[in-house]
Nanobody, 120 residues
């Protein structure tokens, strides 16, 4: 079917940077949008950043000016460049893709999640 594989998480000090990547593979016909969500312990999963097939982007207010989402359509890959990281950015980050499969099924797919920890 479709699989999303994430990488790039880790431990970083406040003010540092990390770059997350997520590659989608499988029976993909078209990817309409890809994005990143995060979930901290005891909290809901919230949108961090997303990018559509046309290149338009959305960001959570808390990350505007610090995070940048980009996409490599040829590789079905989305990236999240995270700069000026803060302890409150600590969470599990999940990749999401809204796509149409070669079987004409349209739905959301999720990655396994990658841990981002920012120390003071």
């Amino acid at each position: 079917q479709v699989h999303l594989v994430e990488s790039g998480g880790g431990l970083v000090q406040a003010g540092g940077s990390l770059r997350l990547s997520c590659a989608a593979s499988g029976s993909i016909f078209r990817i309409n949008a890809m994005g990143w969500y995060r979930q901290a312990p005891g909290k809901q999963r919230d949108l961090v950043a997303a990018i559509s097939s046309s290149g338009s982007t959305n960001y959570a207010d808390s990350v505007k000016g610090r995070f940048t989402v980009s996409r490599d359509n040829a590789k079905n890959t989305v990236y999240l460049q995270m700069n000026s990281l803060k302890p409150e950015d600590t969470a599990v980050y999940y990749c999401n893709a809204l796509l149409v499969t070669t079987g004409w099924s349209k739905r959301d797919y999720w990655g396994q999640g990658t841990q981002v920890t920012v120390s003071s």
